[in-house]
């Protein structure tokens, strides 16, 4: 089983960070393929929580290579900080290896990002303020610098005089802003932040090859999720990078035939950050509920998470998108003492029905769900270590949801901690 992919299956913060850190057991190497500090990934081992951002969720063990491949967008100053944090937790990064591919987060791409949404006014995305959106432009730009080019102070030089001055017209003229100087970024970036960084920079892709090559497990974690993908999101609500199974790929350079397992990440409900269509959205006191109870608010930002009921014909089209293997089910721990449960098993909209996600967007953002009302159960499941002592409701809560999309739900959360998983034999061929 040498390569598998984690990927969420919603629009993020399915709990990917908790199930690498639990798939990592038995892997050699984790490698975070694309996104970039907008992704809080939550791990709760021993009683102690780890959230990182940049950082491979496999970091806890003493076995594991943590890769940040060349997919991923690196604001070197927050790399830094969180391998501190790290190590003043007594977690050693010094295994970390980062790609000389992936792209730099610049301070501009940070103003820009600011600056954007702030001109968006009403239509803005909520985006994490990150520098993502910008950064990813400027690499489709050819404007990008790349981690490599920290090691090299005259092409460092040579490419920001390039970035800058496109950036400097865009920031006066469009924005309105003061310029910035070469001087000032090239000083944090090859005085300060290089020669902290180059004892992690390496050619990723050969590493991971020869790693293959050798027989070793690779794990692949997605941040954001299927919902969030540039090109299969719902766009323009989505980050900029491809967090679907294709993305992996790429992100990491390790071909599709490697891969032999794709578990996809579905929270037992859903949540969303930042703005967008979301059709099971609530807004009562079961919303408020499931707020408190499944604590929602943003590993990163602290914004509370917008709520809503399980969302069937997205977890399809996740399955579709990503060629999911199976899916471990998170947080449905949180659902408990909840009377009456719904899943959406289809859309509506003026007399049509849609049981796979509709092309056009508009639908989307009018559509109705069709719900199925399922009984819920009133038993604290958190303690729970055999799938057996589930209570019969939620037993059948995951089997209509397998049943529903084709693949087996093999993994359940029933709390944040590393153990708090279920593996579930089911009747589903996978
Ligand atoms: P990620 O971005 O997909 O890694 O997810 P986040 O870490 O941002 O958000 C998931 C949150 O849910 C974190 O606070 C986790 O500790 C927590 N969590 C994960 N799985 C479970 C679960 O099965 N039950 C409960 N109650 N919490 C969980
Ligand atoms: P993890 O990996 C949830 C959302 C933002 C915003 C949109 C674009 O923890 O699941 P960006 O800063 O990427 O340009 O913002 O994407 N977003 C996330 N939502 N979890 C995340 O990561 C997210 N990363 C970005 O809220 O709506
Ligand atoms: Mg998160």
Redesign the pocket.
């Known amino acids: 089983m040498p390569v598998t992919i984690v990927v969420?299956t919603q629009?993020?913060?399915?709990g990917?960070?908790k199930l690498t850190d639990l798939l990592a057991a038995k892997m050699h190497f984790v490698v975070r393929y694309q996104?970039?500090h907008?992704?809080?990934?939550t791990l709760v081992v021993d009683g102690q929580r780890f959230p990182l951002q940049l950082v491979p969720s496999g970091i806890l063990y003493l076995h594991i290579t943590p890769v940040i491949g060349n997919g991923v967008v690196i604001d070197p100053k927050v790399l830094i900080e969180e391998i501190k944090t790290l190590e003043s937790r007594d977690i050693d990064s010094s295994a970390l290896k980062v790609s000389g591919n992936a792209h730099l987060i610049m301070p501009y791409h940070v103003e820009l990002?600011t600056l954007h949404e702030r001109h968006l006014g009403r239509s803005r995305?909520?985006?994490?303020?990150?520098g993502?959106?910008p950064a990813y432009a400027d690499r489709a730009m050819r404007l990008g610098l790349r981690v490599q080019d920290l090691l090299d102070r005259d092409i460092f030089h040579a490419k920001l005089k390039v970035a800058l001055n496109h950036t400097n017209k865009v920031l006066a003229k469009v924005f309105n802003r003061l310029p910035l100087t070469p001087e000032d970024i090239a000083e944090k970036y090859l005085d300060e932040y290089a020669p902290i960084l180059k004892p992690y920079i390496c050619d990723t892709v050969a590493l991971l090859h020869e790693a293959l090559e050798a027989g070793q497990n690779v794990l692949l974690e997605?941040?954001?999720?299927t919902f969030?993908d540039l090109d299969h999101g719902t766009y323009p609500?989505?980050?900029?990078s491809n967090?679907t199974a294709g993305g992996a790929c790429t992100g990491s350079g390790i071909g599709p035939l490697h891969v032999t397992r794709v578990v996809g990440i579905a929270k037992a409900y859903v949540t969303?950050?930042?703005?967008?269509p979301f059709v099971t959205e609530l807004f009562d006191e079961i919303a408020d509920r499931i707020v408190d109870v499944g604590v929602e608010y943003?590993?990163?930002?602290g914004?509370r998470?917008r709520v809503g009921w399980l969302d069937l014909v997205m977890l399809r089209q996740a399955v579709r998108l990503n060629s999911l293997t199976e899916i471990a089910l998170t947080k449905l721990d949180v659902l408990s003492d909840i009377q009456q449960l719904k899943v959406c098993v289809a859309y509506k909209m003026n007399g049509k029905r849609f049981e796979s996600i509709p092309y056009h967007q508009s639908v989307i953002h009018q559509a109705e769900a069709e719900y199925v009302e399922m009984p819920g159960w009133s038993t604290d499941i958190s303690g729970i270590t055999d799938p057996q002592q589930l209570p019969a409701a939620a037993a059948d809560y995951l089997a209509f949801i397998e049943d529903a999309v084709g693949v087996p739900v093999r993994l359940v959360g029933v709390g944040p901690a590393r153990e708090q998983v279920l593996e579930r034999q089911t009747c589903l061929q996978d």
């Open positions: 969420g629009w993020g913060d399915e990917k960070g996104g970039g907008n992704a809080g990934h990002d995305l909520g985006t994490t303020k990150r993502i959106g997605g941040a954001q999720a969030l609500f989505v980050t900029s967090p969303r950050v930042g703005s967008g943003g590993t990163n930002t914004r998470r």
